[in-house]
Structure formats: structure tokens, C-alpha cells
């Protein structure tokens, strides 16, 4: 690896990782919101119509079975709370 490629890495780490974490955290919670409101029948919470559901089944099939493990999830409130270190 080149000097400059390093360096470019090294700033990209200290200033931007942060952001980019939180985009990521951000995408997903938005995901699992959508998922929870069209799916939310297979947790039990009957928000929609199943027809609905039935039909964008096969575009959030690849992902379903992540969406399940992260909502049935215990999480304790201290994994929620802002790193403030």
C-alpha cells in the first residue's frame, strides 16, 4: 500500500467512520420499521392485510429471516443508549 492510500485511509477512519456507522444503524432501523409494518403479522401484531403482505413477500424474502432474529431479540435499554465516549 502507497503512503497516500494509507493516509487517505487513516483520515477516512477519524473523520468519517462515525457518520458512516451511523448511516448504516440508521438504514437498518428504517428497514426493520417497514418489515415490522408489512410483516408485522408474523410476530403477531396485525397491522395489514395479509393480500398486501402475500404480494411483497418475495422482495423481502432474502432479508426476512436477519429481520426476525433482530426483533425477537431481547435488547437491554444500556445497548440503546447513545456511546458517549
Same mark, same amino acid.
Given at each position: 500500500?502507497? =503512503?497516500?492510500?494509507? %493516509? ?12 458512516? !456507522?451511523? %448511516?448504516?444503524? @440508521? ?5 426493520? %420499521?417497514? #418489515? !415490522?409494518? =408489512? =410483516? ?6 396485525? !397491522?395489514? #392485510?395479509?393480500? &398486501?403482505s402475500?404480494?411483497? =413477500? +418475495?422482495y423481502?424474502? +432474502?432479508?426476512l ?11 437491554? &435499554? &444500556?445497548e440503546? %443508549? +447513545?456511546? @458517549?465516549?
Open positions: 500500500m502507497s =503512503l497516500k492510500k494509507k %493516509a487517505k485511509e487513516f483520515l477516512w477512519g477519524l473523520f468519517l467512520y462515525d457518520f458512516y !456507522l451511523d %448511516a448504516v444503524r @440508521t438504514k437498518t432501523r428504517y428497514k426493520d %420499521a417497514v #418489515n !415490522l409494518f =408489512l =410483516l408485522g403479522q408474523f410476530l403477531g401484531l396485525p !397491522l395489514m #392485510n395479509s393480500s &398486501i402475500l404480494r411483497l =413477500l +418475495p423481502l424474502f +432474502p432479508e429471516s436477519d429481520w426476525k432474529k433482530r426483533q425477537l431479540k431481547e435488547k437491554e &435499554i &444500556i440503546l %443508549a +447513545p456511546d @458517549t465516549t
